[in-house]
T-cell receptor, first 114, second 114 residues
Framework: DAGITQSPRHKVTETGTPVTLRCHQT?????MYWYRQDPGHGLRLIHY???????DKGEVSDGYSVSRSKTEDFLLTLESATSSQTSVYFCAIRDLTSGSNEQYFGPGTRLTVT | AQSVTQLGSHVSVSEGALVLLRCNYSSSVPPYLFWYVQYPNQGLQLLLKYTTGATLVKGINGFEAEFKKSETSFHLTKPSAHMSDAAEYFCAVTSIQGAQKLVFGQGTRLTINP
């Protein structure tokens, strides 16, 4: 258990509304990641962070923004949700102490955009 | 750029039979390779990893995988399937350096028949 929590765990929202998902970690890891999981696509990277206020885009970043104002929290925002953003969102941390730098995943947030 | 192909979106085996889940990767730099397992409505759990050194790696729950550079493969095996192995399995690749963004295959759903 890498001490990762995600909130909310489930959310239903309407098209066009803003949505913010939160990832919280308790172990002071520098790297944090947001992925989305869709059938047939596995997981795809949306954005990642390598430190406070340091973020970069991933493979599927369009329509998403992120912020990291403190080490423990990494926020993912959908400025104006669309039905194509219905997905399961996973946050991950990278454990630099492990040697192989493996990533550990949170429990996920299931988002439905109607 | 890196990519992962998992052959077979669904694999079905009988309890006690050999499990073989196939993963081929593409990477222009030396890769780190991972297998993750996802049980229904849960996050991803690391099964095993290859970084450097021994090409046959052992993981949790009796699974193992062999890194074959010449074949660009990292197939997952278990000698004898158990009902509790039913889950979705993901192969992932990342590079040794940099942000180590994981690139996932599309996943293979493993069904165990009694």
């Amino acid at each position: 258990d890498a001490g990762i929590t995600q909130s909310p765990r489930h959310k239903v929202t309407e098209t066009g509304t803003p949505v913010t998902l939160r990832c919280h970690q308790t172990e002071n890891h520098r790297y944090m990641y947001w992925y989305r999981q869709d059938p047939g696509h596995g997981l795809r990277l949306i954005h990642y962070s390598y430190g406070v206020k340091d973020t970069d885009k991933g493979e599927v970043s369009d329509g998403y923004s992120v912020s990291r104002s403190k080490t423990e929290d990494f926020l993912l925002t959908l400025e104006s949700a669309t039905s194509s953003q219905t997905s399961v969102y996973f946050c991950a941390i990278r454990d630099l102490t492990s040697g192989s730098n493996e990533q550990y995943f949170g429990p996920g947030t299931r988002l439905t955009v109607t | 750029a890196q990519s992962v192909t998992q052959l077979g979106s669904h694999v079905s085996v009988s309890e006690g039979a050999l499990v073989l889940l196939r993963c081929n990767y593409s990477s222009s730099v030396p890769p780190y390779l991972f297998w993750y397992v996802q049980y229904p409505n849960q996050g991803l759990q690391l099964l095993l990893k290859y970084t450097t050194g021994a090409t046959l790696v052992k993981g949790i729950n009796g699974f193992e995988a062999e890194f074959k550079k010449s074949e660009t493969s990292f197939h997952l095996t278990k000698p004898s399937a158990h009902m509790s192995d039913a889950a979705e399995y993901f192969c992932a690749v990342t590079s040794i350096q940099g942000a180590q963004k994981l690139v996932f295959g599309q996943g293979t759903r493993l069904t165990i028949n009694p």
